[in-house]
């Protein structure tokens, strides 16, 4: 079964850090692209950043939302198998509940969720 339990958040004052972790269990990571989305009260959730790759033979890529490029930075290691979100510069819009998330490689979408950590950004 696999289990993704999401840890980092807290608050901070806008233009601070912080980094966000995720642990994985229960999957092969190097068979998984890894996401990070997030949901503020009262909106959709949506995408933050993705570490993904299209077959375990070819290197990770990275992708990220407009709103979050040059700010956010995502990273793992199948050594750990955890993945990461390194978040710098925070704003009080990027205040949400944060949630990892993991596709199976050739999944059209991502089924494993994890319950989120809250991440509160104040001006």
């Known amino acids: 079964q696999v289990q993704l339990v999401e840890s980092g958040g807290g608050l901070v004052q806008a233009g601070g850090s912080l980094r966000l972790a995720c642990a994985a269990s229960?999957?092969?990571?190097?068979?998984?692209?890894m996401a990070w989305f997030r949901q503020a009260p009262g909106k959709e959730r949506e995408f933050v950043a993705a570490?993904?790759?299209?077959?375990?033979?070819?290197?990770?890529?990275?992708s990220y939302a407009d709103s979050v490029k040059g700010r956010f930075t995502i990273s793992g290691g199948s050594a750990k198998n955890t993945v990461y979100l390194q978040m710098n510069s925070l704003k009080p819009e990027d205040t949400a509940l944060y949630y990892c998330?993991?596709?199976?490689?050739?999944?059209?979408?991502?089924?494993?969720w994890g319950q989120g950590t809250q991440v509160t950004v104040s001006s």
């Open positions: 998330a993991g596709r199976r490689i050739g999944a059209s979408e991502y089924s494993s």
């Open positions: 229960g999957l092969t990571f190097s068979r998984y692209s």
């Open positions: 570490i993904w790759r299209t077959d375990e033979n070819t290197y990770y890529v990275d």
